[in-house]
């Protein structure tokens, strides 16, 4: 049975001495679960010394961003290649990367296939915004996002993608002011599986893994992840609690008991 994929997204806080203190206090806290895999997502200055210091037997690790050339004349960027045996994934295409540094559809794919060359898992960020939703839009950009994104898959590769429906519109720090209903989480959900389908086959779309992230806070947990198709989340500030993290993590593992 398939396990489900908690992924704690730390975005640009914590220094050093900072993260390993979370680490300690998680490791303190939650126990080794047999149905739910829980990935921390640092930023890239910590990435190293939490790769030596993390219980790997709980903790896997997964970068927030990367560049899809392996190497090069890039200053300031750091690349898929640099983090192979480092971490297991890498966020591709989160909402924040789109708006706030203008990655376009065409970035993301490329990012996709470096991390698939590399042997790092993507976990590929989509989702509409509320004027989107509001132009009734949501399909067509979902749309657009996945299958741009996944272009240079073959259908071997797209097994080791995890799809992310994050809805910009219920996400704070995007002046979301309410969290996706239940209902409104399994529409885009199934639409996203039903992209796939068409794409790779209903084989394929029934076995991806795709997890929801906006806003997800510790009493959403089950009402989320009790919904067919939903396979994992991907928290943001609540992963920066150990407390709330590790509610999220024992509630999971209750909706998977």
Not at 92 to 98: F, L, Q
Not at 205 to 234: M, R
Request: proline share 3%; glycine share 6%.
């Amino acid at each position: 049975m398939k396990k489900f994929l908690i992924v704690g997204n730390w975005k640009m806080n914590l220094n050093v001495h900072e993260a390993s203190v979370l680490v300690k206090r998680l490791d303190d806290n939650i126990k080794i679960q047999r149905n739910v895999e829980i990935v921390l997502a640092p930023n890239l200055l910590v990435l190293q010394p939490l790769s030596r210091e993390i219980d790997k037997r709980k903790f896997k690790l997964a970068a927030q961003n990367a560049y899809f050339v392996d190497e090069g004349a890039y200053t300031g960027e750091v690349s898929f290649t640099m983090l192979r045996h480092i971490v297991e994934y890498c966020l591709v295409g989160h909402s924040e990367r789109r708006i706030y540094f203008n990655e376009s559809l065409e970035v993301v794919r490329d990012k996709v296939a470096a991390a698939i060359r590399n042997d790092i898992k993507p976990i590929l960020c989509v989702g509409e915004t509320a004027q989107e939703r509001k132009d009734n839009e949501t399909k067509r950009v979902l749309h657009d996002q996945v299958t741009t994104a996944l272009a240079n898959l073959t259908a071997e590769e797209i097994d080791k993608v995890v799809i992310a429906y994050e809805p910009v519109w219920a996400i704070s720090t995007f002046g979301g002011n309410r969290p996706a209903k239940p209902e409104e989480i399994k529409s885009s959900i199934d639409w996203i599986r039903s992209i796939l389908a068409d794409l790779y086959g209903y084989g394929a779309s029934k076995d991806q893994t795709v997890i929801y992230g906006a806003s997800v806070e510790p009493e959403f947990v089950s009402s989320i992840l009790s919904l067919e198709g939903v396979n994992g989340l991907l928290p943001g500030a609540a992963s920066l609690n150990y407390s709330m993290f590790t509610k999220i993590i024992e509630a999971a593992a209750k909706v998977k008991a």
